[in-house]
């Protein structure tokens, strides 16, 4: 067992190589910060997967196409309920095929929500993707990307992270002097959470973000089935209906908002699946990554050969 891990471990190693660069998000101070040591962790579980905890310095890791670009550039927000990030299977194991389909990739390690740490710790996460989407466009020439071709893909958590920067973009919960937009131009929403009311949240998600005692109005605001409006981004949502850990209905209800909205949208519900399989879902041999590529190239977000049966 121990070398099956030394081995998973080489591997994200040497995936985790690829990466051209790690970018700091903050660099004159990370905003509604308190003092407090350091002390971010990276485990290696015997599931194979890469966790990593206490994150308090946020950044991004940059991995270039492997394939000829195509300015298409996306922001992954890794999984773990606000209280780990599941770097590997929601993180660096999605880079290589959307490398392989011409696109750049920035995966988010994103502050943690802490007390101890942040001033608000509701607001943490969602500033660092927003400082995340304001580097990319102010860097877009540099990255060779195109500035209207930003997605956010999100798993669990990260999704709902990812939703909340698709919903609240006309706040700015950064420093924002030059108005640069905010708004996310996709989402890709993995087995998100969506919903933070009683009937539907993820308990630890919504405690970890908003504390065991949110306020209604907290409580709404962070339900982003009930932020969807007309300007909401194109969004591909896929769930399982047994997953036991976050309610199928939360992509069910931010779908049907969407559709009232009348934006485009598409979701895939699988029967089996359970929650947090990643890019493979082990009771299928349907590849919802196949599914996303034919939306991506479908709504124009890159240009790629489908393959029809």
């Known amino acids: 067992m121990l070398k099956k891990i030394l081995l998973i471990g080489l591997l994200i190693i040497g995936s985790m190589s690829k990466a051209q660069q790690t970018v700091f998000l903050y660099e004159n101070g990370i905003p509604n910060s308190k003092p407090f ?11 194979g997967i890469l966790r990593i905890s206490n994150v308090s310095k946020p950044s991004l890791t940059v991995f270039m196409p492997t394939a000829k670009s195509n300015g298409t550039a996306v922001i992954i927000c890794p ?3 606000y209280g780990i990030l599941a770097f590997g299977h929601e993180g660096t194991d999605v880079v290589k095929v959307l490398n392989e389909w011409g696109i750049m990739v920035f995966v988010l390690k994103y502050r943690l929500p ?8 509701s607001i943490g996460p969602i500033q660092d993707l927003q400082r995340a989407l304001q580097m990319l466009r102010q860097d877009a020439q540099k990255w060779n990307i195109n500035s209207d071709k930003i997605g956010v893909m999100g798993f669990s958590a990260g999704a709902h992270l990812a939703a909340t920067a698709g919903t609240h973009f006309n706040t700015s919960f950064i420093e924002n002097k030059e108005h640069i937009p905010l708004r996310p131009d996709f989402m890709m929403l993995l087995y998100p959470v969506i919903s933070f009311t009683d009937d539907l949240t993820h308990l630890g998600s919504r405690e970890a973000l908003l504390g065991k005692t949110p306020s209604i109005e907290q409580i709404k605001e962070f339900s982003n089935e009930l932020q969807v ?7 591909f949502l896929v769930h399982s209906r047994d997953d036991g850990a976050v309610k199928v209905k939360n992509s069910v209800s931010f779908y049907e908002a969407l559709q009232k909205n009348k934006v485009v949208s598409e979701l895939h519900i699988y ?18 990554m196949d599914k ?10 890159v240009d790629l050969e489908i393959k029809r049966d």
């Open 114 to 121: 802490n007390d101890q740490s942040m001033v608000d710790k």
């Open 292 to 301: 996303l590529k034919a939306w991506l190239v479908v709504n124009h977000w």
């Open 271 to 288: 029967e089996k699946g359970g929650h947090g399989f990643g890019m493979n879902n082990p009771t299928t041999k349907d590849k919802w």
């Open 229 to 235: 409006t007309k300007d909401t981004p194109a969004t």
């Open 37 to 47: 040591p350091i002390m971010e962790k990276e485990e290696l579980g015997e599931d």
């Open 79 to 81: 999984g773990g309920g």
